[in-house]
């Protein structure tokens, strides 16, 4: 009797810890790890924020206005930021707001805050790139150019230090000044190979030799989808227009 | 794609100006190329460029971009960016010519 019920007790207090061990594991499994719960606050911040700016501008509000949301929202994260140093989560939320700043035409604001980064945080990836927007739209390269020459020496991250580079040669040249351009992009194919950037630079480079205005188009020749013979040597005395297009 | 009856208007108005139009597509899908070609009447020439070598030879990283050649083959103008570009382009070209 004794024996049996001891058994049953056995049993009982067995099934109770595998219950509370598979509770745990289950449990676990679906709790996502704290960094992972940070992104998914970010994330969830940045969607709320598009939503606002989508209907703002639908319902007529201008980019630059002072009640756009974007600025709302960028202060929200950049708040975020400082309340959490070094996590992967920031580096999101940083690049947001600087460019939710730029979308907005804070482009003197959104450089106060860039130049509190050091130049070894991770966000410069893309905010870099940012740079790159904004001076395109006030056709003022000078705060990019500075700021690239300093990552090109500081950043830690070489994929950071080749974009910086290849972004001076983009704002050369988009300035106008194809010799500092060029040495820009040559810089990148040398010191930075086998990479994207090496590549996109090497691109420019046949570009800015090659595919100028008045100098003749590289020949191609390969058969139309038709199966007709197309070249354009055999569409000389034509005026053509050549346009890369996508379905998608 | 939304300029795509621009083109085909202008396409349409200045062929007999000599003007042709070539159709580059980056696209890998060749049947969904032809499907769009077919429900959009696009019937200018078409070549794909699955293979970006074309991309590469004129450097061009996204879609739409024109070039406009003049009638020795020499670069007009370079990777316009719209078709209103490409239309202000092509006004000038055949003024001058």
């Given at each position: 009797?004794?024996?049996?019920?001891?058994v049953?007790?056995f049993?009982?207090l067995l099934?109770?810890?595998?219950f509370?061990?598979?509770?745990a594991i289950?449990?676990?499994s679906?709790?996502?790890a704290?960094n992972d719960?940070?992104?998914?606050?970010?994330?969830?911040m940045?969607t709320?924020?598009?939503k606002?700016?989508?209907?703002f501008?639908?319902s007529?509000g201008k980019?630059?206005?002072?009640?756009?949301?974007?600025?709302?929202?960028a202060?929200?994260?950049?708040h975020?930021?400082?309340?959490?140093p070094g996590t992967p989560?920031?580096?999101?939320?940083?690049?947001?707001?600087?460019?939710m700043?730029?979308?907005?035409n804070?482009?003197s604001e959104?450089?106060?805050?860039?130049?509190t980064l050091?130049?070894?945080?991770p966000?410069?990836?893309?905010?870099i790139?940012?740079?790159l927007?904004?001076?395109?739209?006030?056709k003022?390269y000078?705060?990019?150019i500075?700021?690239?020459e300093?990552?090109?020496h500081?950043?830690?991250?070489p994929k950071?230090?080749?974009?910086a580079?290849?972004?001076?040669g983009?704002?050369?040249w988009?300035?106008g000044d194809?010799?500092?351009?060029?040495i820009?992009?040559?810089?990148?194919?040398?010191?930075y190979?086998?990479t994207s950037n090496?590549?996109?630079?090497?691109?420019?480079?046949?570009?800015?030799?090659?595919?100028?205005?008045?100098?003749?188009?590289?020949?191609?020749?390969?058969p139309t989808?038709?199966?007709?013979p197309?070249?354009?040597?055999g569409?000389k005395?034509?005026v053509v227009?050549?346009?890369?297009?996508?379905?998608? | 794609?939304?300029?795509?009856p621009?083109?085909?208007e202008?396409?349409?108005?200045?062929k007999?100006?000599?003007v042709?139009?070539?159709?580059?597509?980056?696209?890998?899908?060749?049947?969904?190329?032809?499907?769009?070609?077919t429900?959009?009447g696009?019937?200018?020439p078409?070549?794909?460029?699955?293979?970006?070598?074309l991309?590469?030879?004129?450097?061009?990283?996204g879609?739409?971009?024109y070039?406009l050649?003049d009638?020795?083959?020499?670069?007009?103008?370079?990777?316009?960016?719209?078709?209103k570009?490409?239309?202000?382009?092509l006004?000038?070209l055949l003024?001058?010519?």
């Amino acid at each position: 009797m004794a024996q049996k019920s001891f058994v049953r007790l056995f049993g009982s207090l067995l099934g109770l810890v595998l219950f509370l061990v598979l509770t745990a594991i289950a449990q676990n499994s679906s709790r996502p790890a704290p960094n992972d719960r940070e992104m998914d606050r970010v994330q969830a911040m940045i969607t709320q924020a598009k939503k606002e700016a989508d209907q703002f501008l639908k319902s007529g509000g201008k980019a630059d206005d002072a009640n756009h949301p974007n600025l709302k929202w960028a202060a929200t994260l950049w708040h975020y930021r400082l309340e959490h140093p070094g996590t992967p989560a920031t580096k999101v939320a940083t690049i947001q707001a600087l460019s939710m700043l730029y979308r907005s035409n804070r482009v003197s604001e959104m450089q106060a805050k860039a130049d509190t980064l050091k130049l070894d945080d991770p966000a410069w990836e893309q905010i870099i790139n940012v740079l790159l927007f904004a001076s395109t739209t006030t056709k003022d390269y000078g705060y990019l150019i500075s700021k690239a020459e300093a990552l090109t020496h500081s950043a830690v991250d070489p994929k950071i230090k080749a974009l910086a580079r290849f972004n001076i040669g983009e704002a050369y040249w988009r300035k106008g000044d194809v010799d500092q351009a060029r040495i820009a992009f040559q810089t990148v194919v040398a010191e930075y190979p086998n990479t994207s950037n090496a590549e996109e630079a090497e691109g420019n480079l046949r570009e800015i030799e090659l595919l100028n205005v008045g100098q003749p188009a590289p020949e191609f020749d390969r058969p139309t989808l038709n199966g007709d013979p197309l070249s354009l040597a055999g569409l000389k005395g034509k005026v053509v227009v050549l346009k890369f297009w996508a379905t998608y | 794609m939304g300029e795509v009856p621009l083109l085909k208007e202008l396409y349409e108005q200045s062929k007999d100006q000599g003007v042709v139009v070539v159709g580059i597509s980056l696209d890998e899908d060749l049947k969904k190329v032809h499907e769009v070609l077919t429900s959009k009447g696009m019937s200018w020439p078409q070549v794909s460029d699955a293979d970006q070598a074309l991309c590469k030879l004129f450097n061009v990283k996204g879609t739409p971009t024109y070039y406009l050649l003049d009638r020795d083959g020499k670069i007009a103008a370079k990777k316009l960016p719209s078709f209103k570009k490409l239309r202000d382009a092509l006004d000038l070209l055949l003024k001058k010519s």
